[in-house]
């Protein structure tokens, strides 16, 4: 479990590596698996874990140097990011009765779920735009809205915006800032700081959830 952990963070720090191999060897097919990715990160309960915010940072950055197109780039994950969302709401739609019946599903972590509902409880349907730049939330999120019958018309509404907000912010990010000298020469650690700030409102809920029940 360590050692997996460890090379999980690896493969999150060292992206652009990774990255590079992954276009030395399948060239053009890059784009299906970022598109596969970014799908499953939106799509998936059991998937939270893959990169999002850090893929995107930097594909943006492969983008600027020519590696790969940034209009195709932008385009196809901000597909995979509205149909993995669609797929996790009907999902959530579906196991809906389950869920409101006080049923535990084996694939799906409580904590996850009182955590996101939280974020609804805070923001209403603008958590589906928010929680774009959330980790772990944005994979739940539509969930929970399919959980609690959100009309898909005002789903799809708050996940179009928020997909290609969240889309366009970090690849155009990566595009214009991952090739700047200073951050070329520090991108390990940009990525760290990508992924530190991204989870701190996750953090910060844990952190009230527990001084509530406290």
């Not at 299906?32 to 059991?46: A, R, S």
């Not at 140097?65 to 385009?75: N, P």
């Amino acid at each position: 479990m360590i050692e997996f952990i460890v090379q999980y963070f690896d493969f999150l720090l060292h992206f652009d590596t990774h990255l590079d191999l992954i276009l030395q060897n399948y060239g053009f097919w890059t784009y299906l698996i970022l598109f596969l990715i970014i799908f499953c990160e939106t799509g998936l309960v059991v998937t939270p874990f893959l990169p999002g915010d850090s893929l995107l940072f930097v594909a943006g950055t492969f983008a600027a140097r020519g590696s790969l197109d940034a209009v195709w780039l932008a385009v196809l994950l901000s597909i995979a990011g509205i149909a993995g969302n669609t797929v996790n709401y009907w999902v959530g739609y579906l196991l809906g009765p389950k869920v409101a019946a006080g049923k535990k599903i084996r694939w799906v972590k409580q904590e996850y779920l009182d955590r996101t509902h939280r974020f609804y409880e805070k923001y209403g349907g603008k958590t589906i735009v928010i929680a774009r730049f959330v980790p772990i939330i944005r994979t739940f999120a539509p969930f929970v809205a399919g959980v609690g019958t959100m009309t898909h018309g005002r789903f799809q509404f708050y996940n179009i915006i928020g997909c290609v907000a969240w889309i366009l912010t970090f690849v155009i990010g990566g595009y214009y800032f991952g090739n700047m000298p200073i951050v070329k020469e520090n991108f390990t650690y940009v990525v760290l700081a990508i992924i530190v700030i991204s989870v701190i409102p996750t953090v910060v809920e844990v952190i009230r959830a527990r001084n509530f029940k406290a």
